[in-house]
């Protein structure tokens, strides 16, 4: 587990383009080899620990399905 | 999620293919609303015809206005004549905005008119079988040019600076904290404003020019960041030439 942060991923909008899995600087996401009910493999996350809170995961999300919330600081942003 | 109250649930998920770029394109205007703290329902977004057109309408839970090819700004004009309280946002597609309505945008941007026009440009006709179009790279092969696009592009920057706009910018959907700067300067910009956002479409684009836009869409996202060179000053934005590279900045008046 991550004190700081956890990720959700919404398994009926994500489309699985891997987009989440490619960006994310320390491997805390994956594709997952299960299907949802439109056939798209999803994004998973793996290693949560590893998760710094960056954002890149969800600003790219092509169908807003994964979403990166702070658990400690409630002001995390897109601002830099 | 934050950005749920400017959205229609109902209508999720999007209509476009996976790893499209029009859907980070979509977070980043609101996300650009949000930060903002604009009234959405002060707000009209317009669009056309085409995958990009469907970035506002349905998602938005605001007032949209999807209309006829290449015609999105001239709807703009009206609802800006009639009620100039609103905000009024055109987003749409390179096809839709610079060819069959090209003589919209810059006759906006010659009276300055105070819109944004969003252009997801994908350099190419995606919706209608990935055709060639204005914005298609020199070389690069489409479903009509599987030989290579033998005709130069248009820089449609250039283009909407030569005819007047006083507030223009370049960024893709790689560079998603730019192009939020980006989307929240045009919305304060007094006059018309204009945002040409590279959006990658693997589908008819990308899996026809492999070599430069990678194996996947997550490729061609990612790879945008070795195509793309930032400008020192806004004027380099229209005579910075680097071979094949795409050119991101800003420039205002
Ligand atoms: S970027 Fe979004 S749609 Fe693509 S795999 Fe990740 S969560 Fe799914
Ligand atoms: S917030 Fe950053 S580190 Fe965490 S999963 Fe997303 S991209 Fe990876
Ligand atoms: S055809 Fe291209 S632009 Fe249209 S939804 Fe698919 S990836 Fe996006």
């Known amino acids: 587990m991550n004190k700081w942060f956890s990720i959700i991923i919404n398994d009926n909008f994500c489309k699985g383009c891997a987009i989440c899995v490619e960006i994310c600087p320390k491997d805390v996401l994956a594709m997952s080899k299960d299907a949802n009910p439109s056939g798209y493999l999803l994004a998973q996350v793996i290693e949560p620990q590893k998760c710094i809170g960056c954002m890149e995961c969800e600003l790219h999300c092509p169908d807003l399905a994964i979403e990166v919330i702070s658990l400690k600081d409630a002001t995390i942003s897109t601002r830099k | 999620m934050i950005l749920n109250k400017y959205l229609r649930p109902e209508v999720f998920p999007t209509p476009f293919c996976p790893g499209c770029g029009h859907g980070i394109l979509l977070q980043a205007v ?83 008119l105070e819109i944004t026009v969003i252009c997801a440009n994908n350099s190419i006709y995606g919706m209608t079988g990935g055709q060639v179009g204005p914005t298609t790279p020199m070389r690069a ?88 060179v930032h400008v020192k000053s806004s004027d380099e934005l229209f005579t910075f030439k680097q071979n094949d590279k795409i050119l991101i900045g800003e420039f205002v008046k």
């Open chain 2, 30 to 112: 609101l996300r650009a609303i949000d930060e903002l703290s604009l009234d959405i329902n002060k707000m009209v977004f317009v669009s056309g015809i085409g995958c990009a057109a469907w970035i506002p309408s349905p998602h938005f839970a605001a007032d949209t206005l999807h209309t006829t090819h290449g015609r999105p700004i001239a709807f703009a004009t009206g609802i800006k004549l009639f009620n100039p309280s609103l905000k009024v946002v055109v987003i749409s597609g390179d096809g839709d905005i610079s060819a069959i309505g090209g003589n919209h945008l810059i006759h906006a941007a010659r009276r300055n």
């Open chain 2, 141 to 228: 092969k489409t479903a009509t040019t599987p030989q290579g696009n033998p005709e130069p592009s248009f820089d449609l920057c250039g283009l909407v600076r030569g005819a007047g706009a006083s507030c223009i910018a370049r960024a893709t959907v790689h560079h998603t904290r730019e192009l939020i700067k980006y989307i929240k300067k045009a919305f304060t910009h007094q006059g018309f404003s204009f945002i040409d956002v590279i959006s990658p479409c693997f589908t008819q684009f990308g899996r026809r020019n492999k070599e430069i836009s990678g194996a996947s869409p997550a490729e061609m996202i990612l790879n945008l960041k070795k195509l793309c």
